[in-house]
C-alpha cells in the first residue's frame, strides 16, 4: 500500500491548514487565494512554491518567489523532500507529513520510545521553527513534562544550539501562574532539550481548533490572563517575538 502525504503549516498566520497530496499532481503555495494552500504570509509571493507529485516522488519547486523557499533551514530552488522536512516561507513554517504522523492520539517522532537524559520520551505534542515538543516523563520525579527538543539540523548550528539555550534561560527565570514554567535545560549526544511544565488542557489554539470562534464572554478572561503573562515578563525584561494561540 503506497503511503499518502500532507503539508500541515505549523506556524504562522495560517497556522493549522494543511493540504493532502495525491500520488500524481501539482500543488501551489502562495499569498493568492486560489491556491491550493493559501498562505498568510506578508513575505510570501502570490504564487510561492509548488510541489510536483509524480508516481509518489513529491519535488518541492520554488517558483521565483522573492524572499525565497527554504527547506530545513536553507534556500532551495528545487529539491526532492522527505517526511519530516520543514518548508520555510517567510513567518510560515510547513512540515511534509505522512498521513499516519497526523494521528492526533499517536503523534510519533524519532525520539518517541527513548530515554533522552533522563526523560522518557513519548508522543509529539507539536511542531515549532526550532524544534519539536514531545510528551515526556521526568523519570526522577516521575512528572508528566513537555519537552522541547531542537531540530537535529540545528543542533549542528552553534548559533542556534545558544539561541536555544539563551530562550530556556530566559524562561526558566519567570515565575508567573500564567506562564509556563521551564524546569531544566540540557543536552545528550546531538541532542539539546528543555523540559517545561505539562499542560493538560491542551493549548488556546487547541481550544480552537475544537470549538471555533469563542463567545466574547469567554474570550475577554483568557485575553487577560495572556496579557498578565506578558506585563510580567516585559517587567523582567523578556518580550515575547511570536504571540500566537
Known amino acids: 500500500m503506497s503511503a499518502s502525504f500532507r503539508l500541515v503549516v505549523e506556524k504562522g498566520h495560517s497556522k493549522g491548514a494543511f493540504l493532502r497530496l495525491k500520488q500524481n499532481g501539482l500543488y501551489v503555495a502562495g499569498r493568492e487565494s486560489g491556491n491550493a494552500l493559501t498562505l498568510k504570509d506578508r513575505q510570501a509571493s502570490r504564487k510561492h512554491f509548488q510541489v510536483e507529485a509524480k508516481l509518489g516522488e513529491y519535488k518541492l519547486i520554488d517558483l521565483k518567489s522573492s524572499n525565497g523557499t527554504f527547506l530545513n533551514g536553507e534556500r532551495v530552488e528545487s529539491k526532492t523532500l522527505r517526511p519530516g522536512d520543514r518548508i520555510g516561507v517567510g513567518d510560515t513554517l510547513i512540515y511534509f507529513l505522512a498521513e499516519t504522523d497526523e494521528d492526533p492520539s499517536e503523534r510519533r517522532g524519532p525520539l518517541s520510545g527513548r530515554e533522552v537524559g533522563g526523560y522518557r520520551v513519548g508522543r509529539v505534542l507539536g511542531r515549532g521553527g526550532m524544534g519539536t ?6 523519570m526522577s520525579l516521575e512528572r508528566k513534562v513537555a519537552l522541547k527538543v531542537l ?17 530556556a534561560r530566559a524562561a526558566g527565570r519567570l515565575n508567573h ?7 531544566d535545560v540540557g543536552s545528550v549526544e546531538d541532542h539539546y532539550f528543555f523540559s517545561m511544565e505539562y499542560m493538560a488542557g491542551g493549548s488556546l489554539d487547541d481550544l480552537l481548533r475544537a470549538e471555533g470562534p469563542l463567545p466574547v464572554e469567554r474570550t475577554i478572561p483568557l485575553m487577560f490572563d495572556a496579557a498578565r503573562g506578558l506585563e510580567y515578563a516585559e517587567k523582567q525584561g523578556l518580550v515575547h517575538r511570536d504571540i500566537k494561540p
Open 133 to 138: 515538543v514531545y510528551e515526556a516523563v521526568q
Open 151 to 167: 531540530a537535529p539540523e540545528l543542533g549542528r548550528n552553534p548559533e542556534f544550539i545558544q539561541r536555544f539555550i539563551a530562550e
Open 177 to 183: 501562574a500564567n506562564i509556563v514554567s521551564v524546569f
